[in-house]
């Protein structure tokens, strides 16, 4: 840790989830969710909330938004509803407690506890009841993180692990197959190179492994940051000239920040940045995702506190305004250092200052919808009791590295991989049974397993379907369609790999069996008078011809009614006189006792639907306009046959 004191360690790089094409609005808060933005999270949550979809997750989603945020009386309210689920998480009884406590509610904090633990949940009572930051709580009631071995750790100082384009770059004061060795006085370790490899089951990494180039000197040297092309890296070097280290006027040899280029492979055109003194230490260069601010940890004179986070702005010329400290929100009056801004503004970095679970913890700065900041600590297995710095995480979202000096490592520092379990996508492809072809907006309702409705949605024009679900967790996918048989499939999330990110459901339709429609005789056509819609003498001898078929030859039938004009006046004037004939059609059935629920529409269409050229542009005869002023009839149902 005396190595860590004097060059501040490593910084962290964090890229977040945009690899994932974009399904909605859901997948676009869970992505923000994920990229800890959860302000704007929030937002897209109360917007999926306010339109029923998916509303249990939502919910849920919310209130750890609102809780990572240190939001607890919004946090309050929405763990409230989620505890009144049906089939809720276990967990969530526990994070309502902490809430609970969190606003004060401590009876009530203590009887969601007992509840939790009669759901087979297990807690530190003593931890629980005298630690008052409710949200590093939170984060050790739900592990999100797995770590992993790294093999390329040794006896010596290991931190700082960035991985670009397939590459892991990491800063190491190990000596192996080193012709000499320049040891560090502060605490007898050789001095710090960065080194490269390819995999973290990589056992042997040495001296052939360092970075090819001038960066690497007889002094500390890393960690680096490069820069999304490969062609320009940042990173931090004690300051010497010819071999002989600069001192300030104490004595002290301090860190700056120098850059570098790529060519032909090798790191070379090293140039030490403009804002740098020999008076104080610049050190952990992190760039913002477009590239237009390096932030950096200073110890510079009018800071906050003994390290702080500054920035500049590169500017267009390729040089640097002034360093801006980050203020109290972020500094306090011990350490931050590490700093990393992702691709949705949101900076992490480590701090001894802060509330944590030990000495350095990782923490992300997060901004709330009035544009204000909460710092969030991320938890274990992350943070733990000893130094926990150095947050890498690849644009995967699901893996990356941090480091620490924890119980149980092989050196001073060592590096530690992890996994982090995503979000697990439900997702199918509809089909019609007789021709293998996708079911466009087929109904797809997902249920828990005691049938409560979770998620209503549709497939695609391709099929397809996919929503967000819960892992361990048994539910129902119902799949309707007009002219299909319903099916109801079951679907479990539980016993899958952690690193299993879909899970799929497809469905095949059995269309429903069509029923041969019996013969009726004929349903004839009636007509009309050139302007009127009274039902003539013929019409009306029809008429009692269809009624009589309806109750007494097939009974169960149901019809359809479409009235229709000729061309001649306004077609406005048309639609109004077809519906007229439609209603005085239906009417007269209706008065020969045809039950009205039988004649499922009456519909006029004007001059819509002609059944012959005679529009506006050809003149016809009264015989040809007569054809046109018409009702029909369509039989749409029929349950029995003679």
């Not at 009631?141 to 692990?161: E, H, P």
């Amino acid at each position: 840790m005396k190595l860590k004191t004097y060059i501040f360690n490593a910084f962290a790089i964090l890229i977040t989830i945009n690899a994932f094409a974009q399904y909605g609005a859901q997948k676009k808060a869970d992505n923000l969710f994920n990229t800890f933005s959860f302000a704007n999270a929030t937002e897209v949550y109360h917007k999926l909330i306010e339109k029923n979809f998916n509303t249990e997750y939502a919910t849920r989603q919310l209130a750890d938004s609102y809780a990572y945020m240190r939001n607890a009386d919004s946090a309050v309210v929405y763990y409230e509803k989620v505890v009144k689920q049906n089939n809720a998480p276990t967990e969530y009884l526990y994070k309502y407690a902490q809430v609970l406590r969190a606003v004060g509610k401590y009876n009530e904090a203590r009887t969601y506890l007992q509840k939790f633990k009669q759901a087979g949940g297990t807690i530190n009572t003593n931890t629980l009841n005298t630690d008052k930051d409710f949200l590093n709580t939170i984060f050790n009631a739900k592990q999100q993180y797995f770590l992993k071995d790294v093999k390329f750790n040794s006896k010596y100082s290991d931190f700082g692990a960035y991985q670009n384009n397939g590459t892991i770059y990491f800063t190491s004061s190990r000596t192996v197959g080193a012709s000499t060795k320049h040891v560090y006085g502060w605490d007898n370790e050789p001095f710090l190179d960065i080194y490269t490899t390819n995999s973290i089951t990589d056992s042997i990494v040495n001296n052939k492994s360092k970075l090819k180039g001038k960066v690497n000197s007889v002094y500390h040297d890393g960690p680096v940051t490069i820069t999304k092309n490969g062609k320009t890296m940042y990173f931090s070097r004690t300051s010497f000239k010819k071999n002989k280290l600069d001192k300030d006027n104490n004595g002290t040899s301090n860190l700056k920040i120098y850059k570098a280029t790529l060519d032909n492979g090798s790191w070379t055109n090293i140039e030490e940045l403009s804002f740098n003194n020999n008076a104080y230490s610049n050190a952990h260069p992190a760039l913002n995702h477009d590239e237009t601010k390096l932030y950096f940890a200073s110890d510079m004179p009018g800071g906050i506190g003994g390290s702080d986070i500054y920035y500049v702005e590169i500017l267009e010329n390729g040089t640097y305004s002034k360093p801006v400290n980050l203020g109290n929100t972020i500094n306090t009056e011990k350490n931050e250092r590490f700093p990393f801004v992702n691709s949705e503004g949101t900076l992490f970095f480590a701090s001894d200052g802060h509330p944590g679970l030990g000495m350095l913890d990782i923490f992300a700065a997060v901004k709330n919808s009035n544009n204000s900041t909460n710092i969030v600590n991320l938890g274990i297995p992350v943070n733990s009791s000893k130094d926990d710095f150095s947050f890498f995480m690849n644009e995967n979202g699901l893996t990356g590295f941090f480091a620490s000096n924890r119980h149980g490592g092989v050196g001073g520092d060592d590096i530690y991989a992890f996994d982090r379990i995503p979000q697990l996508i439900l997702k199918g492809h509809i089909t019609d049974a007789s021709t293998n072809t996708p079911v466009i907006n087929a109904k797809v309702i997902l249920k828990d397993y005691n049938g409560h409705k979770i998620a209503e949605l549709t497939t695609d024009e391709n099929g397809n379907y996919e929503i967000n679900v819960d892992r361990d967790t048994d539910y129902m996918v119902e799949v309707t369609k007009d002219n299909f048989i319903d099916n109801a499939t079951k679907v479990s999330t539980k016993n899958i790999e952690k690193s299993t990110t879909t899970i799929t459901n497809n469905v095949s339709l059995q269309p429903v069996p069509i029923k041969e429609t019996p013969s009726l005789g004929n349903l004839n056509t009636i007509y009309f008078d050139f302007n009127a819609s009274n039902i003539r003498k013929d019409s009306s001898e029809e008429l009692d011809k269809i009624a009589e078929i309806m109750l007494i030859k097939f009974p169960n039938i149901d019809i359809k009614i479409e009235s229709h004009t000729d061309s001649r006046g306004p077609s406005s004037y048309n639609k109004v006189l077809s519906q007229k004939r439609a209603n005085a059609t239906f009417n007269y059935l209706v008065s020969k006792g045809v039950p009205a629920n039988r004649i499922k529409e009456y519909t006029g269409y004007g001059e819509e639907q002609l059944v012959n050229n005679c529009n506006n542009t050809t003149k016809c005869n009264e015989a040809e306009h007569q054809l046109n002023r018409r009702t029909q009839f369509i039989i749409i149902t029929s349950n029995e046959t003679n």
